[in-house]
């Protein structure tokens, strides 16, 4: 799916992960490396930042709960994102029993779980992992993990 957004054309699909830098929007793609649209200041790059993630959200490739999420990985959260990664799991997300699997497809909130489509294969990850990813926060990228960690 393609948006006008600030006179730009820009894909949504394969979009993983949209970052201000000084003046600039940098949007990261999964396969097609990244794209850059600038702003007159860092004030209005952040504002067009806010005002993408409302589109992503109101298209259906975000979650709002999600939002701001700002996770430190230590070296033993990246050797499991990376293996995780490397078997094709693309999600990640924590039972309200504090439980945290994850996910090839993105998983849905069933109560106090999430759960995929039953066509997937959660891998169940250890617990005192990713301390920062709660029920609340909702299914995380990744991909997103990766890039901000």
Known sequence: MFIYFHESLISLDDLIFVQALGDD?????RKAGGARIS?????????????????LIEKGYA???ADGL???LDDDELAALDTAAEAGYQWIARDKNGKIFCYIRKPEKTGNE????HTDN???MNPELFSEIKFETGPVSIDYLRLDG
């Open 25 to 29: 929007v940098i949007l990261y793609y």
């Open 122 to 124: 959660p891998r169940q």
């Open 63 to 65: 979650e709002a709960d």
């Open 114 to 117: 999430y759960m995929d489509d």
């Open 70 to 72: 700002q996770v430190e």
């Open 39 to 55: 702003f007159l200041n860092h004030i209005a790059a952040a504002k067009a930042v806010q005002d993408l993630h409302c589109i």
